[in-house]
């Protein structure tokens, strides 16, 4: 089981500045539990700002096939938008930027473990559920999970014809992350301030 | 000293390594040492490298410092946490060692206890970071310092041939960000990419060090080829190799390679980082060889 929280107000409210925005809300899933009133409540004041393109509220994003016919509809308000909200866990944040290959995906949730029974999630994302999530520095693809070594910071020098040398089948996680944000032309987001992980997530449930 | 006050004063500032041994006896690697690598500025210290336990990097670099060596204290964020790496530091500090290469460390997998739990609390970037916070007098937790706080020459690294170098550029850029002052590259055989990783490099304005590996044998670059990340030994390189077998196993043919990659590349960087594996007795050779 996960909890996903909202991200502080400020910290999404910066994100977001002056950007036209999309917002995606996963609601499918009862072992995780979502803060739907308080997502609700932000969103409505990011729309009363003007800046909000279109939202949808769906079920189980983490299934690429579902989560495709449902964006189908709204896809003229996601090209529109300058950036993707997603409140969901992280999971769905990475199937979306996956899908969304050419737009900015971005978390609005942290996701917190719980023991027991663990969500139905799909094999070829993984959500570390490590409280404070990094989607937002990473275009989408999370640098602990995708990494072998859950490098917060860039790519270490152990990536050989883009493949990690732990793993010759799986692809360096920061190659990923640094041609996605390349492609999307967000490459400044790896100026960010050193981030030193936080594994202090108990007292923040 | 620090390396940095040689960097400052504009020296060409050459930089060997040595690997502790898998066990208590440490005269034979001070006496190389001080026999071999005498021309040389600074003595690398790795820590566990490959990730195989051997002893330790401090107690090695305090050797080499009695010894009248100067030593650089290779500090990796596989085996230990934030607390651990902290409290090596100040470790290091007192015991008179200034010098700090900040390290991932390579995956457990790759070494002799793959049992075992990888750590990488922090990384090589957020290490450099926390060696800052000591330096001005607070810990990672924000915790103050008793005293007067310790003050290291802090170094990096940087992989120039890499298949990603923009990846590694925009690594190397985060390292000065959060500290760096030097940096010394993974092992280089081809100049004319270290040549361009360079121009782009000397935007961040700190000083890099040539990484060489002399090349022992053909069977070894096919080797480093395969399976090392960031090294490619051209074809032409590996052809020389093989040409003379007696002339390659003498080392002689390696050493006229290494020497031949730092007279190229000198122009373009401001020291060399030799990685002798075991090689050290040829040091000497080829510092004269390459005219430093």
Not at chain 1, 102 to 107: H, L, S, T, W
Not at chain 2, 253 to 262: D, H, P, S
Not at chain 2, 269 to 276: K, L, R, S, W, Y
Request: a negative charge; hydrophobic letters at 40%.
């Amino acid at each position: 089981m996960l909890i996903t929280q909202l991200k502080s107000k400020e910290t999404i409210v910066s994100l977001v500045d002056g950007k036209k925005i999309f917002i995606i809300n996963c609601q499918g899933c009862k072992e995780v539990h979502f803060p739907e009133k308080e997502a609700l409540e932000l969103q409505k004041e990011l729309a009363a700002d003007g800046k909000v393109t279109g939202s949808i509220t769906t079920d189980y994003i983490c299934n690429p096939e579902n989560m495709k016919l449902r964006l189908e509809k709204h896809m003229d308000a996601i090209k529109a938008a300058d950036l993707v909200l997603v409140f969901s866990c992280g999971v769905g944040v990475q199937t979306i930027a996956e899908y969304l290959e050419d737009k900015m995906v971005c978390a609005a949730c942290d996701s917190c473990r719980l023991p027991g029974f663990q969500g139905v999630t799909p094999i070829e994302y993984d959500c570390g559920q490590c409280g404070e999530c990094y989607l937002n520095l990473t275009g989408g693809i999370c640098p602990i999970t995708a990494c072998s070594k859950s490098l917060l910071n860039g790519q270490c020098g152990g990536s050989k014809n883009g493949k990690c040398e732990v793993d010759s089948n799986m692809e360096c996680g920061w190659e990923r992350i640094y041609r996605r944000l390349e492609k999307i032309g967000r490459l400044d987001v790896l100026k960010c301030p050193t981030q030193v992980r936080n594994y202090a997530t108990d007292d923040e449930v | 000293m620090k390396i940095t006050e040689l960097f400052e004063r504009g020296e060409f500032v050459v930089s060997a390594e040595v690997g502790p041994p898998k066990g208590i006896h440490i005269e034979g690697l001070v006496e190389e040492a001080k026999e071999y690598l005498s021309g040389v500025t600074a003595v690398n210290v790795t820590d566990n490298q490959s990730s195989v336990m051997r002893l330790g990097s401090m107690a090695t670099c305090k050797a080499l410092k009695d010894a009248g060596l100067l030593p650089i204290f290779q500090l990796t964020c596989r085996d230990r946490n934030r607390i651990a790496l902290q409290s090596d530091l100040l470790s290091a500090a007192m015991l008179g060692i200034e010098n700090v290469l900040a390290l991932t460390g390579d995956h457990i997998k790759l070494g002799d206890h793959p049992q075992a739990k990888p750590v990488f609390d922090l990384d090589s970037v957020s290490l450099l970071h926390t060696i800052c916070k000591l330096e001005s007098g607070e810990d990672l937790g924000g915790n103050k310092l008793v005293g007067e706080p310790p003050k290291f020459a802090k170094g990096a690294v940087v992989s120039p041939c890499s298949d990603s170098v923009d990846a590694q550029l925009a690594k190397m850029e985060r390292k000065v960000a959060a500290g760096a002052e030097y940096f010394q590259t993974q092992a280089v055989y081809e100049p004319e990419k270290f040549i361009k990783f360079m121009e782009k490099a000397k935007q961040f304005g700190k000083p890099v060090q040539l990484g060489i590996v002399i090349p022992k044998s053909a069977g070894m670059a096919k080797y480093m080829n395969d399976n090392v990340a960031g090294i490619h030994v051209p074809q032409e390189m590996i052809d020389e190799l093989k040409a003379d077998k007696e002339k390659t196993k003498a080392g002689i043919t390696g050493v006229e390679i290494a020497a031949r990659i730092i007279k190229e590349c000198k122009p373009y960087c401001q020291g060399v980082h030799i990685m002798a594996l075991g090689w050290e007795s040829k040091v000497p050779d080829l510092l004269k060889q390459a005219g430093i």
